[in-house]
């Protein structure tokens, strides 16, 4: 078949259950399909040749629309691609659309998006997940096989986790973040959603890496995460933390997580206890430091030099208030206000500078963990895909959901997520392994493993063909 029609499909797909989804906040039709002929007219290997890949809208694509979900970018078109684009658009895959999310990243549902939410393919009363919810909902929903997502705090893994997909957040410096719009730089990190382990690890391959444009990517060696598939965790060790399988979980999900440590025993992997005690910190943590750097990155949008403007502007600082007030929705007008709070002069010493110290011990945590094993387990979200406007005017239960998630991010190791099985209402429960730093291979080989003796057979009611 040729490269054409493959993505022909794939467009046809996007748009016929896109009024149901809302996973698309824009189809490239045109863009597709004229590189899928260019690539038709070549000749020639290329690793991902004609693979359509799903990008969240928070990730710069020329030329395209990349709106971060907001009011205040509704109409802006990057004037770059992202390193992690011009990577895949040399390997040959393609993007075919941008997808839904909370604004700027910020949420846990998809319901802060300026343009609606998206929906769970499992069930469209309920949410697919947040931030990169629209990504994890186009592979769910079978439009795509791969998906970039960002992560700051779980805004992979938790959607992941929610529509039953795999979702990968690798290592702080592993992908360049040039091109990704910032939240907060210090834990924000592209991430890869896939419909299998091994297409999460082909597109790692090729946008991993070293990149002069971002001082903060790590010229550590890219490993052929492929060829470390062994499909073998023989005597590989699981860490079960005391403090992260306690209470404050759903009843289904304890049961499929319990459940999937056995099968991780029965697989050959030996399970160890360890602790982590400094994770219970996490989320206060998180909601300071991330919410602290937000205030700063998105000073940006002042009506300037991106995006919307309000009008009647006869002064310019009236101009710069009414953009903001216009342009940003609550939940980011939340964060601005708490992170320049925690970052101003009474209370920086009391808020920043400690949970600065704090994120310190929790990533000693993970390091003296990493001693005892090969991965950590723990459930990626505590409950399974919540009702659309069950959690919306409760800014603390939604912030809550990022409690198995946000320390791998405070820490920078890497961390992916699995299915595990469906709840008795037939809804995804997702499972989470953490690895200790740059070691994607190890994880995806445990993914592997796993879903391939385990695999989650079962689609969801929407679903393309
Ligand atoms: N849900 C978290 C938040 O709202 C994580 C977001 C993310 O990872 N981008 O901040």
Redesign the pocket.
Known sequence: MSVVSDIEKVLGNAEKLNPELNSFLSIERENALARAAEIDSKTGEQKLRGLAVAVKDNICTKGMRTSCGSRILHNYRAQYDATAISRLNAAGAIVVGKTNM?EF????SNESSAFGPAKNPWDVTRVPG??SGGSAVAVASGVVRVALG??????VR?PASLCGIGGLKPTYGRISRYGLVA?ASSLDSIGIFGKTSRDIAEVLGVIAGRDPLDSTSADVPVSDYIANITNSIEGKTIGVPRELLGDGMDADVREKVYAAIDNFVSLGAKRVDIELPYAKYGIAVYYII?TAEASSNLARYDGVRYGFRADESDELRKMYFKTREEGFGPEVKRRIMLGTYVLSSGYYDAYYSKAQKVRALVKRDYVAAFTKCDAILTPTSPSVAFKIGEKSDDPLAM?L??IYT?SA?LAGVPAISIPCGLSNDGLPVGVQLVGNFWSEDALLNFAHTYETAYPLNEKPPVYAD
């Not at 990243?105 to 846990?108: E, I, V």
Request: proline residues 0%.
């Open positions: 909370d990243a910020m949420g846990s947040g931030s960002s992560e700051t705090g779980g805004s938790q939240f991330a912030y959901n990022d946000v991010n």
